[in-house]
Antibody, heavy 120, light 106 residues
Framework: EVQLLESGGGLVQPGGSVRLSCAASGFTLSRFTMAWVRQAPGKGLEWVSLISFIGQKTYYTDSVKGRFTMSRDNSKNTLYLQGNRLRAEDTALYYC?????????????WGQGTLVTVSS | DIQMTQSPSILSASVGDRVTITCRASQGLSSSLAWYQHKPGKAPKLLIYKASTLERGVPSRFSGSGSGTEFTLTITSLQPDDCATYYCQEYINYWTFGQGTKVEIK
């Protein structure tokens, strides 16, 4: 059974940093495209970043480019999202998600999310 | 970037009604379009991919259609458990979501 367990969220001051983790089980992380998706309070789903199975390339939504870095540790089957220079608008519930297929495909499995609150 | 526009934003219908949600893309997607159901406090759930393929375990009252720039999600007989927000998502360019459609029971 596929399971995704996010951790690392919390209260962060504006300009601060956070490192989110997503522990995967039930499948081999390196064989699938993985993503981080967030939902700000009262808002819809927003794709944040993605690491492709093909070539391990990473992609970011414009609002986080240069501030967020997505990576994975295949030996630990764990996905990470490092967020720097955080802003109030980064406040959201952050989900990690696994693609349906190894290539470009929608997100079949999701974690329960970890909440990041950016506030002084 | 591709813009995804859903309509309506809120939909109120009675149990047993047929409901339809529309999603329009600013560029052609071929069939690279998915639909998700999201309930408060829960993880989003993939319902449909490739515009019309039903994910395993999803009730057959859900169906998807369309290609190119216009897509629809239909629930043939609305059930109380279907109260949720529904999102379309393109996955041909970046994985952009529509703004969501909240489905309520009258």
């Amino acid at each position: 059974e596929v399971q995704l367990l996010e951790s690392g969220g919390g209260l962060v001051q504006p300009g601060g940093s956070v490192r989110l983790s997503c522990a995967a089980s039930g499948f081999t992380l390196s064989r699938f495209t993985m993503a981080w998706v967030r939902q700000a309070p009262g808002k819809g789903l927003e794709w944040v970043s993605l690491i492709s199975f093909i070539g391990q390339k990473t992609y970011y939504t414009d609002s986080v480019k240069g501030r967020f870095t997505m990576s994975r540790d295949n030996s630990k089957n764990t996905l990470y999202l490092q967020g720097n220079r955080l802003r109030a608008e980064d406040t959201a519930l952050y989900y990690c998600a696994k693609s349906l297929d190894p290539g470009d495909s929608p997100f079949e499995s999701w974690g329960q999310g970890t909440l990041v609150t950016v506030s002084s | 970037d591709i813009q995804m526009t859903q309509s309506p934003s809120i939909l109120s219908a009675s149990v047993g009604d047929r409901v339809t949600i529309t999603c329009r893309a600013s560029q052609g997607l071929s069939s690279s379009l998915a639909w998700y159901q999201h309930k408060p406090g829960k993880a989003p759930k993939l319902l449909i991919y490739k515009a019309s393929t039903l994910e395993r375990g999803v009730p057959s009252r859900f169906s998807g259609s369309g290609s190119g720039t216009e897509f629809t999600l239909t629930i043939t007989s609305l059930q109380p458990d279907d109260c949720a927000t529904y999102y379309c998502q393109e996955y041909i360019n970046y994985w952009t979501f529509g703004q969501g459609t909240k489905v309520e029971i009258k």
